[in-house]
């Protein structure tokens, strides 16, 4: 019945509608598909890097984020032979991608500035006082401060940090110390600030002429 | 009268040609001529005012008293009575027995030259005379040829001698000698040309031609009537019309030209030429022809005259007609002309005194000048020869003659004819008719005359037909043949008598006597007019009733009623001369004469009125005062016209077509007498609409035609029938033509229309029969043929919708201007559908006059007025002729043409509507083969066999559908057009799917009928047109479909590469799927 030739010839339109959306020229699927394939490495890498990074800097994602990964790559998975994966397909998931990444550099970036601040402000205060290399120590740290370093840079980072904070043990600052050469960074120390135990500590690690006084 | 012997005398007696009467009947006929003119020189209205008895010129020429040489010319009008007169003479002169005398006398006996020879050689004075038998050998010889050979013969010769003409004129050297040489010799030659043409041989040898009337001079056996006729061409032989000039257009060059030259002689001067030059030839012709030289005929009588001087006789030579010589009547003229004295004595030729009858015409023209001048005297016959009682005398003595044998008249003979002896046959039949006193002293009956008849029928002659020989045949023979042979008729219809003026009262009476019986009307009526004195007068003369001027006893001795008219009591002093009051001869008698011309017999002073035409009389004094006297000329007119309505009654055709002159007068009076019946009969009392009579009216028939009329006969629904009475009402029209000038104002016009009331309250029922044609009582056919053909058009056009059958056909529907429409521009109708109705709509008007036909028959006209547009139908006689339509179921055969159907406005309708409806099954043929596609599409559509198959539910899914299938066409950029209006068809279909299922039921039900008229109907509605919006979507989404594949096919075939080379992502998920698993670990590790 002409009724049924209808409905067939509509799924017919249909289908093939959507075959010749999905399957478009070799060329441009292939280079989408090489796109889609970056992308799944991108999402591997990531994971790979947030375990390393748990493993290596204890640095954990946030469940929100991770829920988040765990999304984009069901996403990423969504596609087989016969259901291609098409530009916007991939261009959403990139932007998943990048949204995740953005979650990423900021919780790292939290993370970073509390596992790094206290040891590279102190790095600061002793850089000019100490024969020590730590102007590496502070710039192997930043270097490892943006989520989008390698994970070697961060991972150098944790590692500088680990050595400066060895060197800064090694002064025995206190923070009665800590706070005079917090002001002397400042030029706002005193000489009522060069209390006994300063003098003490300035003496002991030979530093009278190192540190000077100002108005 | 004897009827019995006259029955066996009649044609004895009765002989136009007096050669061949007997003696005794030739002398008990005779009539003394006593009007002769005695001239010295030939004239035809001799100026001579003093008469000459037949005795006289007897005595004083005939006889030759003085002895004396002499060529004597007896000349007078055909039948005048020169025949009759020559042997009176001739047998005058033998009972004298004068001694030595030798009287030959000469009759025409067969008219022909051969004839007259033998004769001459019969004669006994010359049976002793030398040479006879040569001359009879000579004479016999030509008596062998048979008739068409001879003619041929004669026509034959002429060219010859014309031929033999020219040769010897070339030869001549003065060619002026010949007086008759008017023709040159071009067209002499071109003439013999013409005359060897075999159309203008065998237009010559007709009955009326030239050589028949020259053959008729040479041989005995001629048919030819007239013996006076002259033997050779006339002007009218050589006049060619253009038909004939068109029958010569492969003749002879020469020829053509002779002709064409004749064909342009419109004054007739060169063909006057060519007769006279021709006819120089007849005489040599005849000689040749008849084997005679022109010495030959001459030596003859030369021979005979001195035969008679041997026998010491002298001749007297009485020739009847010197025609009978053509060919060699100079020979005799010149044998006749030579004296026996002087420088012929020596010749011994006796003396002869020649008394020769010839007409004017022929002394005229075939007499040479030498002959002219050596005629001795003329002896003129007048025309009208009887005046006063000779005519009577005439009469009487031949109704006389034929009631006696010839044992009555041998004492008679015996007597040497003397009149005292003279017999008088017993009255037999008669008593009480008109007598006559003779000139012999006897008193003779005129039965079957009286003198007024004799008077009137003689004046109803041409003058110049008023002649002894015309009288005998005209009036004589045929009058006494009707009283012997058909006396219960007489006078009968075969005698056309006319009657110019008949008295109109008088033929009331009559009428009113008779009744319908029209033989006795027509008899009484030319009885009275021409027996009797044409008044409507009865007087008692003793104990007898003389009415309209003949006795009581006429009527009853030809077994006629007598005339109811009331009696007029008058003195004998003021009785009009009474037809049968007897009158001694006297040669003074004032008696009515022949009138000079042919003037309507005037009817005598009317007699005392009775009480009720006094009545009459007063009404008449009133339009007297009213109206003026009809003027002559009105009063002639009317006469002329009349004259034509009494030869009609007697048996003439009459002529209806001409519009001038009498004859016009008759056919306004027709045309006044129809309109006359067309306003004055109620029409509507005879269920005849208004409709109905305005196509009596436009058509070529009449309602009222007259019997035996020249033009349109039988194209009439009622005839007036030749008789008495039509005669009367149709003269009352024709004075209301002529006196009242189309009104009834003319003195005497209220007797016309009383005569007109009374004759249309006869009539008018068989007129209103008549009209209303063969199907007599309820509506006539034609009606319902209209009825017919406006429900086909109404069918046709769709007014007529939803019905299965006629039946379901109202009334209404025929008096709605609104359906008059055409078909809508967008019917879907075959072919042969929209023609027919497109025929019946604009051919001649047929639609709109065919509804004219429906309103206007069946309104019922109020008052006066006859063209309105509001109507009041009678609704039992349309229901009445709808149902019967109905009834027919529109087959041909029911509406057959009545036989006597002859009005064509009626008949247009049956004529169309049978055309209409030999087309009907060739529309429903051809609209089930324009429907049967449709729905053979949407079976097959919906894979159904039956349309009952078929619900709402499946056309709106359908519909849906088809409307998904066009979105998703659209949706999905399939390369694949989208109708524009597939939307409102698919809205179409959605909005009705109950009214396309019946249309297709509708379809499939006509498609299976084979009654057209149900077929018909069921299209009525259009069918077709409600399906056209599914059978578009039909016909085209199987195309739309085949088109989306063929698309889709080419778009995937166009993608270009083969999807299994695509990446499976299978590494890929491999990788997200380690991924995933980390995931999972990375959870475990918070």
Known sequence: MITDKLRAAQQEIILTTEQVSEFRNKETQHKIDLNYTEEVKTAYSLVDLIIDLKTNTGFTVKPSTLSQIKETITFLSNFNEKRHVDVQTLKNGKDLMMSINKSLETEWKIYFTNSMSSTLKTLVLIQDITDKDVANYISDISNGKEWNSSFDSKLNSFRAMKSANDIIANLNINDEVNNFL??????????????????????ENHLKSKIRLSF | MNSEIAKSRISEVMKVDTITTEQYDFMATHVPVTKLYLLNKCEDTPEETTFYSEEQVYQNIVRNPGDQHQFVIVYGASGAGKSHL????????????????????????????????????????????????????LTDATSVVNENV???????????????????????????????????????????????????????????????????????????????????????????????????????????????????????TFRRKVVRYINTFVSPVIQQCANLEPGDFEQIFTDIRKELYKQG???????????????????????????????????????????????????????YDNHKMRVTKFINIPTNQFSGNGLYEFVGKYMNTVSLTHDDLKPWIESNYRDSDYPVAPVVEGEGWDTVYCSNGKNLNLYPFTKKAIINLVNQMQPSQRTPRYILSEILEPILQDAIYNKDHFPSKALHLSLANPDRLLRRYIINTCGDNEDLVDRLINLTGIWGNNDHTCIIRGNHKIIAGLDENIYKSLNLPIIDIPETNTSDNNIPTNSNSTSKYSPNSDLPSIAEDNVPVQKEPALEKSVSELDEDNKEQESDQLFPELSTDTQNKIAKAQTIIEDWVRGDQINIASTQGENGIISHALKNLNDYLYSVINWQCYSISNDELSRFKNSSYRLVGLENQSKGNGNSFYIMK???????????????????????????SENDIYTIS??????????????????????????????????????????????????????????DDANMKALPSNEKHCKEWSQLLNDIICKDNMAVNTRKVVNNCFNLIQGNVTNTTIFFINYIDF???????????????????????CVKQRKNYYEQLQKVLDRLDKVAESEKKTAIPYLNRFQAAFEVDSIAKISTEMILDFANEAMKFYNTIIENNVNVNVPENSQKQILNVKHAPGKIIAAYRTIENAVNDSDPTSVLLAFSSDPINEIIPIDMLITALPEKMANVSKDLKSKKDNIGFDPGQLSNYSNEQTILNTAKKMLANYEDMQ
């Open chain 2, 722 to 748: 030749a008789n008495r009475h039509s005669q009367e009402v149709f003269e009352c029209f024709i004075r209301y033509q002529v006196a009242g000038k189309e009104t009834w104002k003319y003195r005497g």
């Open chain 2, 150 to 268: 001879l003619k041929r013969t004669i026509y034959a010769k002429f060219h010859i001698l014309i031929q033999d003409s020219i040769d010897k004129s070339r030869q001549s050297i003065d060619q002026s000698d010949n007086p008759y040489d008017e023709l040159s010799n071009v067209d002499k030659k071109r003439l013999i040309a013409y005359l060897k043409d075999d159309r203008v041989e065998e237009r010559a040898l007709q009955t009326d031609g030239p050589v028949s009337r020259i053959y008729s001079k040479l041989a005995g056996n001629s048919q030819y009537v007239d013996r006076d006729t002259i033997a050779e061409f006339n002007i009218s032989d050589f006049a060619i019309d253009g038909r004939f000039r068109q029958r010569l257009a492969d003749s002879d060059r020469k020829a053509q030209a002779f002709a064409d030259k004749l064909a342009s002689d419109d004054e007739g």
């Open chain 2, 758 to 815: 009374c004759w249309t309250y006869e009539v008018k029922n068989d007129i209103a029969k008549a009209v209303k044609g063969s199907n007599g009582i309820g509506m006539n056919t034609y009606q319902e043929a209209a009825i017919a053909l406006d429900m086909v058009r109404m069918i046709l056009n769709g007014t007529i919708t939803a019905k299965t059958a006629l039946q379901g056909i109202t009334e209404e529907a025929f008096f």
């Open chain 1, 182 to 203: 917090l002001k002397v960074s400042k030029n706002r120390a005193t000489l009522a600030d060069l209390t006994d135990n300063v003098m003490k500590w300035v003496q």
């Open chain 2, 86 to 137: 020559i042997r009176w003479f001739s047998t005058k002169l033998k009972s004298e027995n004068i001694e030595n005398e030798s009287v030959i006398f000469i009759s025409r006996n067969d008219n022909s030259l051969k004839g007259t020879i033998r004769q001459l050689l019969d004669l006994p004075e010359i049976k002793n005379m030398p040479n006879r038998d040569i001359y009879k050998r």
């Open chain 2, 313 to 367: 006789k002298n001749l007297t030579l009485l020739i009847e007609d010197i025609t009978s010589f053509t060919g060699v009547d100079q020979s005799l003229l010149n044998a006749l002309m030579t004296p026996h004295t002087g420088i012929y004595a020596s010749e011994k030729m006796c003396r002869v005194s020649s008394i020769i009858g010839t007409t004017t015409v022929y002394f005229r023209n075939n007499f």
């Open chain 2, 879 to 901: 229901n009445k002729a709808l149902r019967r339509v109905k009834n027919t179921k529109l087959q041909a055969e029911a509406f057959h043409i009545p036989d006597n159907e």
